[in-house]
């Protein structure tokens, strides 16, 4: 891709993004779970997209890496402020297995892939190129019980003081394969009922 053909592919993830409502009417807005370990990259996600949308690096959920999970100290903090209630229904140690038991969509990130391989971390647009890569996408395939395309390599921006491209289309196009699959969802759940 030329730097114009990512500027042009970005503004057309992003637009997608701005525009989706869920294939059915009666439901008002898709709901994504980012489950992970501490430090694997949930709020830095959730600060990469947020990021792109504004057109500048923000850290609106506090990230980094602490022994408890920063999100879930979000998650609370809103609760008392918005009013709003929230519930935990997955065990840690067996989230997985819950969600491909409710027939729930799984996607993996595979965050940090610049860290898998010096030749991505010198240039993220190898990322798909890359033997190392393409390794890790397997290996997590394969310990999840998911396909292959359901795990999609992306860089959060952790010490970033820019927006770059080639991160932003990472990001967008999982944000968009997220949004695909709760409707593919949405779709199989709506014909179970009728």
């Known amino acids: 891709f030329t730097r114009s053909a990512r500027r042009l592919t970005k503004i057309n993830i992003m637009q997608y993004l701005k525009d989706y409502k869920p294939t059915i009417d009666s439901v008002p807005r898709a709901r994504i779970l980012l489950i992970g370990a501490v430090g694997a990259g949930k709020s ?91 390794l890790q996408i397997k290996k997590a395939s394969g310990c999840l019980g998911i396909a292959e395309s359901n795990v999609l390599p992306v860089k959060n921006y952790s010490s970033e003081t820019e927006l770059n491209d080639t991160s932003d289309i990472l990001l967008l196009s999982a944000m968009k394969q997220m949004l695909n699959f709760s409707d593919n969802y949405i779709d199989n759940f709506d014909k179970d009922t009728h």
Do not use: W
């Open 44 to 134: 830095s996600f959730f600060n990469s997209i947020n990021s792109i949308f504004r057109g500048n690096i923000t850290s609106q959920a506090n990230a980094g890496y602490q022994e408890t999970s920063l999100t879930l100290q979000v998650m609370l903090h809103c609760k008392k402020k918005s009013g709003y209630s929230i519930h935990f229904i997955f065990k840690v140690t067996r989230k997985t297995f819950l969600l491909l038991f409710l027939d729930v969509p799984v996607m993996a990130l595979l965050t940090k892939v610049d860290k898998v391989c010096p030749h991505v971390e010198k240039d993220l647009k190898n990322v798909y190129y890359k033997l190392h890569v393409s």
